[in-house]
C-alpha cells in the first residue's frame, strides 16, 4: 500500500478558490481520473483521502475509488466506498483493515488543509509520490498548496499535448535524496563565515536526465540567455583542445573503459555566486553535447576552484541565497540528431523540463 499525493496548482501555487477550483481542463479531470482509478490487479481498488471542503466542493461519491473524508463532525454516515473519519491515522486504519478490498494505492487528494495536515503528520514518511498538474498560468485564490521541501526529484514530466497550458510533473519521495544546491547553500554560508575558501569542489550525477541546475542561482527565463552565451563563446574558440579553455576555466574530458565520459572543471579563483554556477551548468551542457557527438555514456561532472570568494557586489545576494529553499533538479533533454561538433547544436534542440 503506498501513499501518494495529487494535486493540481497554477503557476502561483493556487489551488482553490470560493471552494471551486478556479479553472476547468477536461484533459486534468481525466488524467485525475486514470491515476486514481489504475491499479496493476484488477480486484484491487485505490482509496482517495480528502477534507470535508473538498468533499462538499465535488459533491458526490468518486465511482471506483474509496473515498474517505476527514472531519471533525461525528455525525455523518459513511455508506457504500464512502467513510467519514476524524482524522488521517483513521483514514489510514480504513485502507488497512476496514475494507473487503486490497487497497493498492492512496491518494491524498486536497484540498489546502489536507495536504497540510498530511505533509506535517507521521504519514509523510509513507509519502511515495507527487503527481502534480501545473497550470503555466496564474489564479486569483483563496487557498493555495505548500512549498515542498527538496526531498523529491522528478521521474517524468510531460506536456499535455491537448493542452498547452498543462505540465504534468510525477515527483519522487525519497529521504535519503540529496539536492545538490543544498551543499551550494552550505559552501555560501562557509564562505560569508570564513571570508573565502581554499579547494572547493563539487560532484554531479549526470548518468541519468536530471541536470545540476542550480536552482537557487537559476530560473526558467534565465536558461535561453545562458545556452546563447555558451553557442557564442563555442563559435569563437578552438573547441577541439583538451583542456578546453573558456573564459577562465579549464574543461578537461576523459573517456573510461566502460566507454563513460566525465568532465572535471578547473578553476583558479572563482565567486560563488557569479561564476561557479554558471561554469558548472557550462561544463554540465558541454558534457551532454559531447555524449551525442561521440556517442558515448555521461558520467560525472566535477567542478574544482583553488580559492573560492564572494566579490563585494555579490554580498547581498549571497545573504539572500543562505535563506532559500531549492527546487527539484530539472530535466534536460537534448534531441540527437547526429551532431558532429558543438556549434551544431541550436537552442532549439535543447530542453529543459521542471524548471519554474
Ligand atoms: N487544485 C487541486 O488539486 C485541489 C484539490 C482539492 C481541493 N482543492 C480546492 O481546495 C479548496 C478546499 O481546501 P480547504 O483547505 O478549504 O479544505 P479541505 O482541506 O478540503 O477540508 C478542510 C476540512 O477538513 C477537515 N479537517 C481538516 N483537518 C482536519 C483534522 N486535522 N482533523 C479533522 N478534520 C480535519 C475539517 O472539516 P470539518 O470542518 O468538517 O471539521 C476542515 O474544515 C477548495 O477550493 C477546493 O476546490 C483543489
Redesign the pocket.
Known amino acids: 500500500m503506498k501513499i501518494n499525493v ?4 497554477a503557476n502561483n501555487l493556487v ?7 478556479p479553472w476547468y481542463y477536461k484533459e486534468d479531470l481525466e488524467y485525475f481520473k486514470t491515476i486514481t482509478t489504475t491499479t496493476r490487479k484488477e480486484a484491487h481498488k485505490n482509496a482517495i483521502i ?6 462538499l ?1 465535488i459533491g458526490k461519491r468518486l465511482k471506483h475509488r474509496i473515498n474517505i473524508v ?4 461525528t455525525d455523518l454516515n459513511n455508506d457504500r466506498d464512502l467513510y467519514f473519519v ?3 491515522g483513521d483514514a489510514i486504519d480504513v485502507c488497512k483493515n476496514g475494507h473487503t478490498k486490497i487497497i493498492e494505492n492512496i491518494f491524498i ?6 495536504y497540510n ?1 498530511f505533509f506535517r503528520s507521521y504519514f509523510y514518511t509513507m509519502l511515495d509520490k507527487i503527481y502534480i498538474t501545473k497550470i503555466n498560468k496564474d489564479f486569483n485564490g483563496n ?1 493555495h498548496f505548500l512549498t515542498i521541501d527538496d526531498k523529491f526529484y522528478y521521474t517524468q514530466i510531460s506536456t499535455s499535448y491537448e493542452h498547452p497550458e498543462l505540465e504534468y510533473r510525477v515527483l519522487q519521495y525519497n529521504r535519503n535524496y540529496k539536492n545538490p544546491d543544498n551543499e551550494y547553500i552550505d559552501t555560501v554560508k562557509n564562505i560569508i563565515e570564513k571570508n573565502g575558501l581554499f579547494c572547493l569542489r563539487f560532484e554531479f550525477d549526470l548518468s541519468t536526465s536530471k541536470f545540476p541546475l542550480n536552482t537557487v542561482i537559476f530560473k526558467q527565463s534565465d536558461i535561453n540567455g545562458l545556452l546563447n552565451e555558451l553557442i557564442e563563446i563555442l563559435n569563437n574558440i578552438n573547441y577541439n583542445n583538451n583542456p578546453l579553455k573558456m573564459d577562465d576555466c579549464l574543461y578537461y574530458f576523459n573517456v573510461d573503459n566502460e566507454n563513460n565520459i566525465s568532465c572535471l572543471i578547473q578553476q583558479e579563483d572563482a565567486d560563488i555566486v557569479s561564476d561557479v554556477p554558471k561554469n558548472i551548468f557550462y561544463g554540465g551542457i558541454l558534457l551532454h553535447f559531447l555524449s551525442i557527438i561521440s556517442k558515448k555514456k555521461r558520467n560525472k561532472l566535477i567542478y574544482t576552484s583553488v580559492n573560492s570568494f564572494i566579490k563585494e557586489r555579490n554580498l547581498e545576494i549571497a545573504n539572500e541565497i543562505i535563506w532559500s529553499t531549492p527546487k527539484p533538479q530539472p530535466i534536460l533533454e537534448i534531441d540527437d540528431k547526429d551532431q558532429a561538433k558543438y556549434t551544431d547544436f541550436l537552442l532549439s534542440d535543447i530542453h529543459f523540463i521542471g524548471i519554474d
Open positions: 495529487i494535486v493540481a496548482y489551488i482553490g478558490n470560493d471552494n471551486k477550483i480528502m477534507g470535508y471542503n473538498t468533499w466542493s476527514i472531519t471533525t463532525k476524524n482524522s488521517l487528494i486536497g484540498g489546502e488543509a489536507i495536515y487557498k
